[in-house]
Structure formats: C-alpha cells, structure tokens
C-alpha cells in the first residue's frame, strides 16, 4: 500500500474580498500597537498577562502560547520583532486575529490607524 501524505490542517482556502480587508486592517493595527509596544515597554507585563490567562484559561492555544510569549523576547530586536509580527502567513494571520496585543492603542489612535487606510 502506497504512503498518503497526511492532509495538512490548514487547507488553502480562497478569501474573501471582506476577509482580505479585515486582514489589512488588523495588519496595520499590530504594526501601530507594535510600534506603541517598543516606545513604551510599560505595556509588556499587561500583555504578558493577558497571554498567560488566554493559556491558563483554554483560550490560547499551546503553539500561539509559545509563538506570542517568545516574540516578546525580541521586543529590543525591532526588526526581528516586526518581521516575526507582520509576516504574511495563513498561521500569522490566524494569530493576529487573536492578538494578545489588547490595551495597547487608544480607541482614537486605533481609529486614526484604520482611516489612513480609507485614504
């Protein structure tokens, strides 16, 4: 009997135009928190926080536990912790959609984020 490949858990599925635009927003809003992160480290221990009760409370997964938590570590490494952050990935895209990066922007500093991509 012939080896099968398992089937990969992520299936290329094609998106939406309204899913592509929610990616692009949320794109630029940890690219903002990013940048609002590295100014000011007064923000990490609430993020690392919020990572460990995701964990803690089953709401994170083990992968983004580690990937998240192990990013935090390259916050003085600005373009390794960008790249990392902003990589263009099905598995990134799923991660940023449950970012751990909450509290960082203000409502007015997030809103003037998402009008400079209606310009």
Sequence with gaps: MPYERPQNRQRQRTKTAQQENLDKQILHLHKAMAEKLMANHQYIPQVLQTIEGRYES??????????????????NQPSLFMDSLLED????QKYRRQTPLVGILTEQE????????IL
């Design 58 to 75: 089953g709401k994170m997964r083990h992968g983004a536990y580690l990937f998240w938590s192990s990013l935090l570590e390259y916050i």
């Design 89 to 92: 990935s099905p598995l990134m």
């Design 110 to 117: 997030r809103q003037t984020v998402l009008d400079q991509l």
